[in-house]
């Protein structure tokens, strides 16, 4: 499988979500609020997070639902923080906003046994990005443009000059909930698939390489489209080559774009040439003392650790050797017994309950149901409850039988094809075969 096939969908999500980052990242650079998106993001999955609290898992619609509820108090919050002069700076407020969400999602988290989610929230998942994520993605985020397309006069009016905006008599405090609100609802998009460092990255690295080019928004955009898109799909094939993380390999490979595009940018626009190309020199020697220093210092102040560290690594070898024999022995072991259980299922169990099923129909809400089975249908119950009870047989098969043994009988069987231990409900479905006489 070559990485197009394999990389297609996270490749496409990016770029959307680049499409639109850049757009509101270009927004967010004028208004001099940098942190609302990271802000907004956090709040977005603290929804998700608080939807975990009540069993809505954080990929579901329900839990979409929590994260833009949660976007929109913060897009309110910002709106009314909003003042035409300012007593305390709003990144302030919004800095601290940040915060408090982050700490209670923490807290949230620590009380629902699920401190892997945080890692969730943080970086992501876009490696495991869908066509469908794509697609909503999509639609979702064009509705916005259109909104702001709309609305672009007030919007870009605020953004680039909000004095002037107030002197005009527009409701300032109106638009910004507006754009904020919108800016939430993408954000609710962009978090459950992307998380919430890379959505803030997307947000505003595009925007930057784009504002140290030119000023125009026009231009802006097409630079922070282009750039973006480029480094996006670069970063992504280094974390899949590298076997790398995705969110954050791209995260670093736009810290590392973005520091070239500076020593870059200050040596075009330095007026003395030689002064910018002495001290670019002077950095890279410096950085790279450095790090050889960091690297020296390391090794000095811990050798027993460098020892110890390489005995492990001997040792960690020899696990991974035997743990690859046994995962070998397991698959030869699977294979085999897959190949036994399909036998079985076809032989004994799934055609004749599926066909059973299938005949009966409206049959399945009365009380006789049981009674029009024929005879041999009625002995595979037995045939199949005794299958439950093999331990060595796959879950999803089980999980299959059992909804249909579930539906034959109409009863609750206290069966649970997640738990290792059934013997109580196994018994009962064999005291249930007894007593009905089947």
């Known amino acids: 499988m070559s990485i197009f096939e394999i990389m297609a969908a996270p490749f496409a999500e990016c770029l959307v979500l680049v499409a639109i980052h850049t757009y509101l990242g270009i927004h967010v650079l004028k208004r001099r609020v940098i942190f609302v998106d990271l802000a907004l993001a956090q709040t977005a999955a603290l929804g998700t997070t608080m939807g975990f609290v009540f069993g809505i898992m954080p990929d579901s619609f329900s839990s979409l639902l929590f994260s833009i509820v949660f976007a929109s108090v913060g897009a309110a919050i910002f709106a009314l923080t909003r003042m035409e002069n300012d007593i305390v700076p709003q990144e302030a407020i919004i800095g601290l906003f940040y915060a408090i969400c982050a700490a209670l999602a923490i807290l949230v988290v620590q009380k629902t046994s699920g401190a892997e989610h945080v890692d969730d929230i943080l970086v992501g998942s876009i490696l495991w990005a869908k066509w469908e994520d794509v697609g909503i993605a999509a639609i979702a985020y064009t509705a916005v443009g259109l909104v702001h397309y709309l609305f672009r006069k007030p919007f870009l009016l605020i953004s680039e000059s909000p004095k002037k905006a107030y002197e005009m008599g527009l409701n300032v405090k109106f638009w910004d909930f507006i754009f904020y609100l919108t800016f939430g609802f993408v954000i609710s998009f962009s978090v459950r698939v992307a998380g919430v460092l890379l959505v803030f990255v997307f947000l505003v690295a595009p925007a930057i390489m784009a504002f140290l080019l030119t000023s125009k928004m026009k231009y802006q955009l097409l630079i922070g489209w282009a750039t973006g898109t480029v480094v996006t799909i670069l970063g992504l094939t ?195 075969l007894k007593a009905k006489n089947w």
């Open 238 to 432: 280094i974390s899949y080559y590298g076997d790398l993380p995705g969110g954050p390999a791209v995260i670093a490979f736009y810290g590392v774009v973005l520091a070239v595009e500076g020593v870059i940018y200050y040596l075009v626009k330095s007026p003395l040439k030689t002064v910018a190309i002495r001290n670019v020199t002077i950095g890279c020697i410096g950085a790279f003392c450095l790090g050889g220093c960091i690297y020296g210092l390391g090794n000095l102040l811990a050798p027993a650790v460098h020892s110890t560290a390489t005995d492990l690594a001997v040792v960690e070898t020899q696990i991974r050797t035997d743990e690859a024999q046994i995962d070998v022995r397991k698959e030869k072991e699977t294979k085999k017994n897959r190949a036994q259980l399909d036998e079985w299922l076809k032989n004994y169990v799934s055609e004749d309950l599926i066909k059973a099923y299938a005949h009966c129909g409206d049959a399945l809400e009365k009380s006789d149901f049981i009674g029009q089975l024929p005879e041999k249908s009625k002995s595979q119950l037995a045939l199949a409850i005794a299958f439950l009870e093999e331990p060595d047989v796959p879950k999803f098969f089980k999980t299959q039988v059992f909804e249909i043994v579930q539906t034959y009988t109409d009863e609750e069987l206290g069966y649970n094809p997640e738990s290792a231990n059934n013997n109580t409900a196994i018994s009962g479905m064999k005291n249930m």
